[in-house]
T-cell receptor, first 113, second 115 residues
């Protein structure tokens, strides 16, 4: 089945700096890659996603890049703010036999004021 | 839209008791997922349904866990008998699943504590 690895597990940045979280996946049949943000005690919420026919997608301060050849994708947050502090999860959806979303282990992002 | 609804939000029970978690997906969504989240194991998919039919239950830990979806607007996850290691947050999520890969919307979760 699919295996998603996420790095780093914790990340601290100064307010205004950029943050980058990286994920790799194993199943070449994966074709959908969402990113979720989970604040303490809350549900995971989708912040951005990308499909395998696109290399990059941007939404205001958030961008995601996908390298299908290398099987890795990254989340970029620019001009970080304290409210960006949360756990971020990457995920990969395999269109193969498994047909399910596999989540990475999460990155605890802390934005220091 | 009310979003995915889960009940109860918190459940505290004693070892050996039966626990039933409930989920109402977003109206019109045809896929429903049950996840378990713990610090040690992260977010794990337990089972998912498509058009009320269980498609993959390989994530269900053992026979003590069972899930049903009797209709498009309701699903249950049952643990019988419960054990302390079942303590976790259980999330239900639903998606439209137009082409098999669509946004999953999570419910608020049920925090289960088994004493």
């Amino acid at each position: 089945g699919e295996n998603v690895e996420q790095h780093p597990s914790t990340l601290s940045v100064q307010e205004g700096d950029s943050a980058v979280i990286k994920c790799t996946y194993s199943d070449s049949a994966s074709n959908y890659f969402p990113w979720y943000k989970q604040e303490l005690g809350k549900r995971p919420q989708l912040i951005i996603d990308i499909r395998s026919n696109v290399g990059e997608k941007k939404d205001q301060r958030i961008a995601v890049t996908l390298n299908k050849t290398a099987k890795h994708f990254s989340l970029h947050i620019t001009e970080t703010q304290p409210e960006d502090s949360a756990v971020y999860f990457c995920a990969a959806f395999s269109s193969g036999s498994a047909r399910q979303l596999t989540f990475g282990s999460g990155t605890q992002l802390t934005v220091l004021p | 839209d009310a979003g995915v609804i889960q009940s109860p939000r918190h459940e505290v029970t004693e070892m050996g008791q039966e626990v039933t978690l409930r989920c109402k997906p977003i109206s019109g969504h045809n896929s429903l997922f049950w996840y378990r989240q713990t610090m040690m194991r992260g977010l794990e998919l337990l089972i998912y349904f498509n058009n009320n039919v269980p498609i993959d239950d390989s994530g269900m830990p053992e026979d003590r866990f069972s899930a049903k979806m009797p209709n498009a607007s309701f699903s249950t996850l049952k643990i019988q008998p419960s054990e302390p290691r079942d303590s976790a947050v259980y999330f239900c999520a639903s998606s439209l699943d137009r082409e098999g890969a669509d946004t999953q919307y999570f419910g608020p979760g049920t925090r289960l504590t088994v004493l």
